[in-house]
């Protein structure tokens, strides 16, 4: 599972608005959107921001599931 798809689960399982993270991470409300439905490519500098508005370790979205 990709990362922008963790995330955007990580998002719908906690009830977080999306237009929220994306202000708290200085990204606009349209890239975002297209970042977490898997429509463009993530920088890395707005992984971090959006880890850091959520307040959350990068790791939490890397981690790979054993199946």
Known sequence: MQ????IAEYLANNGIKKCHVAKK????DYRF?????????????EFEA???ALG???ELF??????
Request: glycine residues 4%; charged residues 20%.
């Open 62 to 67: 890397m981690q790979c599931k054993a199946e």
């Open 3 to 6: 990362v922008q798809t963790k």
């Open 33 to 45: 959107s297209l970042i977490i439905h898997n429509r463009t490519a993530m920088r890395a500098d």
């Open 50 to 52: 959006i880890c850091m």
């Open 25 to 28: 991470a200085g990204i606009k």
């Open 56 to 58: 959350v370790s990068p």
